[in-house]
Structures are given as C-alpha cells and as structure tokens.
C-alpha cells in the first residue's frame, strides 16, 4: 500500500565502513577521537557532506559500532547529523531502541562537535553511558551553524540520566575541520541555508 | 562495499498513508488535530508503537505533505518519534533538507504532544514556520516518558527563529490516548525502559 515515498532509505557512504571497520577496536579517547575526526575531513574532502562525525563504541572493549557522518544535504533530511546516523546505525546493528538493554555492554558516543539540541536529545535516548566531544558549540556557531536550544542545565539533565560527559578531546583539530570546510563554500544548512561562500 | 546493517530502512505503516492521503486538505487547526490525534490513537490499538502522532501540512492550502507515528519500538530505533518521522518524509517528498527552501510555500508541524528535545531540535531544522501542539510535556511525563532537556527559555530560541508555537489543540483528546496507551501496559520506551505494567 505504501508508495515509495513512504520508504527512507538511509545509509553512509561506503568508505566509512572502509575507514572505520566495525568490529574493530580502538584505544583510549585519543585514538577514537582520531579516526572521527578523520571520517569528518574524509566526509569534507569527498563532497559527502557536513564536517562532522560521530561514532559509537563499546567503552570496556573499545569495540566500534557505528560510525556516521553528516549526510543532511547528500540524502536532503536535516535529521541526518552524525550522531543520529552513529546512533540509529548502532541501535540497527545490536537489534535494540537502547544500548543499555540488558544484555547489552555499556556504550559510548564520540563526536567531533558538541551535540546540537536535537542530537543532545537523541544521545539522552541512546542508551550511551558516555558522550565524548572534541569542538564546541562556540566553534560551530562562530563557522554559521545554529546548535539550537542547548544551554548548561541541558548538561545537568542529561548527566543526572546516568551520562557522563568529556570535553576538549582533539578541539583544535576537528575545528580546523569546520574552518575548512566553511572556507571551501560548504553549504551551512540551518532551516535558512547561508549561501555557500564564494570562493 | 557496505554491508547490509549500513543501510536503514525506515517506513511508517501502510495504514498511515490511508487513513491520512498525502495532497488531502484539512481545514484549521482542529481538523488537522483530529487526523493527528487518530493516527496516534490507531498506532497504539494497532500495536504498532508509542502513542504519538504527528503531520507537517502546507500552512496555506492545508494540504498534507507527510504523517508519522512513533515507530521507536517497531523498528528499534530511538530516533524515530513521531515528528522525526514525519519531518523526514516531508523532506523527502519536497526533496529538500529545508520546508523553507526557496520555491516551497510555508508548512507547519502538527502534533499530538509537545515535543521531546530531540524533536523541537529537529522542528528547529525542519524549516517549519509553526508548531502545533496538543498533550503537553506534563502529560507525557505523567505516564512515564522521559522529555529531555527542554526549558521556557528552549521556546524563545524557537519562536526567535520565527516559528509560531500555538498550544492545547485538542489537549484532552490527546492525552487519552497516552493514558490508555500507559493502561495498556505499552512499553515507556526511555533509555532506561520501564518495564510494562502488569494488569
């Protein structure tokens, strides 16, 4: 009955799973925040998208589950941050609306920007126990993206929820990702796109 | 190269688009209410999720360009809420990431309960000129779910963003349905989920 517009199919571009092999295990916040920051440049470099990534680990064997980048104007869904992409692939990958089901390990998302509003709300609905952040807000904002109605008692909610929040992992190097791409024209997509710069 | 976890297959029920025809017209707020309200309603009694519904219209013609329905639980999928849903298929069918983009008319998000904060963030990036609410975030916390970090001061960053917010359309109604949901022993799908109610 459904026409094929009441479908959505949604996916990553191929070489993430290349360039972030789920299965494989990563040390430390140093070595994950690495390979996210990576996949944000690549998604940059390759016209994929938005300068962002995000991925989800287990914390105790540093396993990945999930990596996502940003996909809002390659698949035209301003859903499709890097997080909602990370969390919605790891929810599909272990079979569960919550990675803090019963049989599941503990989980963890690593991001290379702090969460706008709406994916701060989906972290809290995850199931992570731990959100990992490299830029700020600040450095989103000062790029033209607007981050939306978080403010520091967001913080306190979702940390009295059982999250445990790091920041300032690899800052300098995932903002110089969102300088970069800024500086090539990327399309700033808030509900009022900013035309690309020119060149 | 992706394997077939990297792709997400994501649909609203067949019955949805049938009970709420795509290019259809619905007068004011009441009559797109109602429509809103029973597709929520039929999720539940069908079993096919949460008790919230949710639709983006034209705001001129009234025409309805997509509906959701809570599928968190049916698809295992923490980000599917009913206005994710419906603002993701609203995009696809216009084909943009924005319902501002230039040669779109304005649209409006119709749901049966305040948005979560994950959901006004996607409203916020949705490009919807207004939101129409039924239930209220009380309500939905009274019979358990968890509305995240959302404040008074998350409504003046939305409306200062020019989207008109218009409350209790059919308040009564909807939060029937969350009650006789909650009655139902449906599960109160929060990272933490509760388990069903007995009886």
Known sequence: MSAPESTLV????????????????????????????????????????????????EIGSGRLVAAGVNSVVRLQNCVLHAETMAIMLAQRRVGSFS????????????????????????????????????ATRDDATAVGFDEGPVFPQSYTYVADRGIEIVWNVKRAEATRVLRAYREGGGVIYNADPTPPAIG
């Open 99 to 134: 990675l803090r089901a019963p049989a599941l390990p503990a989980h963890e998302l690593v991001t290379s920007c702090e969460p706008c509003a709406m994916c701060l709300g989906a972290t809290l609905y995850s199931g992570v126990r731990r959100l990992v952040i490299a």
């Open 10 to 57: 949604l996916d990553v571009p191929a070489w993430v799973d290349v360039e972030a092999p789920p299965g494989h295990r990563y040390r430390e916040d140093d070595e994950k925040m690495a390979l996210v920051i990576r996949l944000s440049s690549e998604n940059v470099s390759r016209g994929a998208g938005g300068p962002f990534a995000a991925a989800v680990f």
